[in-house]
T-cell receptor, first 116, second 110 residues
Framework: GAVVSQHPSWVICKSGTSVKIECRSL??????MFWYRQFPKQSLMLMAT?????????EQGVEKDKFLINHASLTLSTLTVTSAHPEDSSFYIC????????????FGPGTRLTVL | AQRVTQPEKLLSVFKGAPVELKCNYS??????LFWYVQYSRQRLQLLLR??SRESIKGFTADLNKGETSFHLKKPFAQEEDSAMYYC????????????FGKGTKLSVKP
């Protein structure tokens, strides 16, 4: 299966700053990646679908201007949390859609964001 | 609306006991369903999908359209099965991003 990495694995920042999280597909060219958010002891909630070379598709209730997604290459998608606030503290997970016809996703290890 | 329901937050069994993690879905057509597993400090990974009809690590799951269920079963639980288990349904039934259930934490005691 596809190997997916995320960087950083954890980050602590001050309120009002912006944080960028990278998601890399190490051995697979991914036209589609997904970004999820997971609160403690809760399930994964899809935030957006990232398509290479085009604008991301955001889920209802997710602020596009706050969570900027860039999928500039087939191996890299970035999520930037702008003007972060404590309520943005969460676990952010990306996944790669491998073999779309087979609809299998491979997940990154996640990034723990803590906003002070 | 499409929905995945996992009614149990926590399931605790003893080693060697049978396990059944429940999953019910809401979808009008013929969906493709998945079970994902997340072991402690590891990433989410696919456990099995119903179209494969395979057994992974002794787990099986059968799609019951009449009951709209896709319960995960294993006849004899092992300690290493302790993990979070998520049932998932692709939006649109077979393609696209996944809708996850809230997950069930399985704890297998020695």
């Amino acid at each position: 299966g596809a190997v997916v990495s995320q960087h950083p694995s954890w980050v602590i920042c001050k309120s009002g700053t912006s944080v960028k999280i990278e998601c890399r597909s190490l051995d697979f060219q991914a036209t589609t990646m997904f970004w999820y958010r997971q609160f403690p002891k809760q399930s994964l909630m899809l935030m957006a679908t990232s398509n290479e070379g085009s604008k991301a598709t955001y889920e209802q209730g997710v602020e596009k201007d706050k969570f900027l997604i860039n999928h500039a290459s087939l191996t890299l998608s970035t999520l930037t949390v702008t003007s972060a606030h404590p309520e943005d503290s969460s676990f952010y997970i990306c996944s790669v859609l491998a073999a779309p016809s087979y609809n299998e996703q491979f997940f990154g290890p996640g990034t723990r964001l803590t906003v002070l | 609306a499409q929905r995945v329901t996992q009614p149990e937050k926590l399931l605790s069994v003893f080693k060697g006991a049978p396990v059944e993690l429940k999953c019910n879905y809401s979808y009008s057509g013929s969906p493709e369903l998945f079970w994902y597993v997340q072991y402690s400090r590891q990433r989410l990974q696919l456990l099995l999908r119903h179209i494969s009809r395979e057994s992974i690590k002794g787990f099986t799951a059968d799609l019951n359209k009449g009951e709209t269920s896709f319960h995960l079963k294993k006849p004899f639980a092992q300690e290493e099965d302790s993990a979070m288990y998520y049932c998932a349904l692709p939006r649109g039934g077979s393609q696209g991003n996944l809708i996850f259930g809230k997950g069930t934490k399985l704890s297998v005691k020695p």
